[in-house]
């Protein structure tokens, strides 16, 4: 509804009605002189002024700007003291000529639109955005999130008309090698590359929030802990953190900006290992500028820092000691995926029972090995799908866990001492640390966390073991040199071969 | 000499029954009224001597029939082929041969291995066998003595155990897996070094080991292999070879002639030896090379490029095509010389011992155990592996009748039966032996 207040103010009013019982919602916008700022507040009755929870302008670009003024969109959430009878919007402005000058709407005396998630829908989406991080970040108190509508509040229409990404995507809107990743911790990453020719020099701006979905039903919208991106005119890199419980599923709401172009969208975020992570962190296959590829690394080289700097203290309080085993312990033999190791599996099966009682495999030819150890029936026999499984049941044991790779598997078998099997065991309440060190510093598969730690228990130098590959520019080295760094923090010790 | 039967089935030769010799139930990859290969040969000529001079023996091997057949009428894994004598089928076994897909089959041929009540189970190869089965052998029997003998080197050397490097065809001499992954880019470092992992862990479940040379002794012992328990002892050639009576050659007649005795395929040298005996041919025209195991027409199949050499050396060169194996020793005699010019290392071959059992002088290959079996100046000459130019050196030198009669005089003879058994009942017993006449 459009209200003109002479020729330096008018406004329009989208929505005026309640989120709950206590909090209401004004959307609309102002036209006012370009020199002036607006001011908003509201009021129950003359004179008694209402809170303002949260005070939100922002472009509106859809409403006709005219020579010598601006537009400023608005959202107002504000308190509805008990037994409220009025509610009355004051506009005006401040600074400029006509500064000072207020106007006041009764709200209640025009029929204005009450339903604040139908107008959520149909906002600028700019509009919406804000309002949502807005909230995100201080949703004890704006409880727009948490109307009766159910999880994410006023927004839920709007989120479900964003476009979505489902973790990768080779094009997506106006971009192409688009990646939405998250490390177990919760560090998340999304970025992709800009794929529209002939674009104006502009930096993007990039911010997001995330949407917790938890299991079991529990939903919510959260800001990105340590939020960064890298203000990149070729691509975007968005980064931050969030604090979610396990197996939730996680979707960022991206916002991205450049110039007069902005794009908005639903990026669910893809488990990944950390080198997939990193990867996604330097836009592996956008071809970069040299100032783009220079601003990447620059904002890269301070993202790994600050993760460097977060970790430290967890990477080096990691209790990763090596000792002998125990007899009647368990055996972790983790990455059988040959057929061979399977059979040197059976012919040690009578050294490995004389010094283990359990048994925990996982890899492809664990299957076979497990049933040549079956039919001895000597000694519980385990099989995992996987080495994340593995570790998990045995970690469930008590006693001492041994580690055994295929590359100590083959030195015990060549050397013909099994007993070099049992030199380096944690105690079954250590393992948690290997999770949690692969799903920080993991440079593959877990199967190659798990065994880095069994080399280095048996003495390899950190610095030794091999990296994944990364790309073959500067960029690449940042992430190699992050990911040693990480290595070199961990105090894994033992027996060394 | 021993009365050795020839049928299977048939109990062979004289028993004797001294009570203390042990019980020996000998495992081979095969039978040789099967397959004619030197290492289910000197297993049978084993169990025939034992047999023979009266101990317990039984030999069990393992045969592949066509379209997987048992070679049992009701379908059984394995089947009796004599009195003390038994086939087993391998169709329950790996593509590999090294191990057993079927526990079941497994099981069922140590269970007719464990009721045999051997004290001694002698293997003679491990392919065919299986790993497994040796290791679950050992468990279930042990209080029996596990004996191998390693006719070859597949354990060490995926390229067939021949240690010959797949793409350049050089010689190879030391097991390294980086080396082995050059010649097997395909693979991968852990994959070899498993598989050594594998052969290593299945061969220590024998408590002792039987080389037939030096030669083969020192590459098991390089590879990994413990020396401790090993003892070189050369193959027994079989009693119907010994018997026949060793005739000192006529060198003015037969200096000039040579023989080569085998197939014609890619390692045993026929297409060094023909080049080499052309040129000598034409320096000599009196010299003459009899090629017995082979036909022009195979050998060109193989070597068409030998075309040019046959024709130059006319008809002073001759192919005599197959050869009876009981012929073996009358043909030898009948020529001055056996070359044996194989690109190969030949772990102990069963030419050379046939050879000297027939006092012929031999021309070899100078490496591996032809350098070992024939002593350079001594007994025979060595030529550089792989080099026809000289070869054919030596050949004329062996030509001089002079030098063949030098080194015909000093040919040795091969293994005696009694020292052969002798050293086995010493290795069946346990006592230290090492070396038992290696060459």
Redesign the interface.
Known sequence: MYFEFGRSLQAGLDCAGDLTPEQGAIFGWMRHRVDETPELRVEGSPGEPLTILLRDLHPRLDVEQIEGTAVTGFSLIHEIPRHLRGRILILGTSGGPAGGQEVALDLLAYDLPADVQAMSMNRDWGASYQLLRASALDAGRIRTLYTEEGPAGIFAGWLDRLPRLAGTADLFLEFRDVRAAILPDGELVVSGGLNLADAPPRRMEAMGCAVVRAPGGASAVVPLVAESYAPLEGGFVLGGIVAAPPDSTIEVVVQLRRGDRAWWFLAEVSPAPLPDFLSALSLPRTELSAPDAAALQAWLRDALSERSRALQGYLSGMSLSGSPAEPGGTALLFGVNDEYAARVLALLAPDLETRFSRIVLSGAAAGRAAAALLRRGAMEVVVEGDAEGALAVAARGSGTVAPIDTAALVDAAIEGNPGRLTANALRAESLPWIAGLHAVAGTGTMEATMGRVVAMMAGVDASALPMPAQRPDPLGGLLSEHLRGLWEMVPVTGSPR | MSGIARGPGQAPGLARAPSARPSVCIISHAHPDFSKGGGETAAYRQYQTLAGEGWRASFVSAIELPNGQSPADRGESFARYGESEYLYAVGGM?DDRL?WRS?EERRALVRLLAGLKADVYHFHHYWRVG??LV?ELA?ARPDARMVVTLHEMLAICSHHGQMIRTRSRELCRKETAQRCLTCFPDQTL??L??????M???L??FQQFIYPSHFIAERYRAW?L?PDHATVLENYLGDDLLAQPRRRSDSARLSARFAFFGQPTEFKGLDVLIPAFATAVAEDPSIGLLVYGATEAETLRFFPHLEKAIEVAGDRLTFAGRYDAADVLGLMTGVGWVVMPSIWWENSPVVIQEARRAGTPLIVSGIGGMAEKVQEGVDGLHFRAGSAPDLARALLQAAEPETHERLAGSVRDVIGRDEFVGALRAIYDGEERRDVRAA
Do not use: V, Y
């Open positions: 790996e191990w526990a790993l497994d290791a468990e852990e994959r070094r498993l598989r050594k992992a594998l290593l862990s299945g220590r479940h990994g413990s």
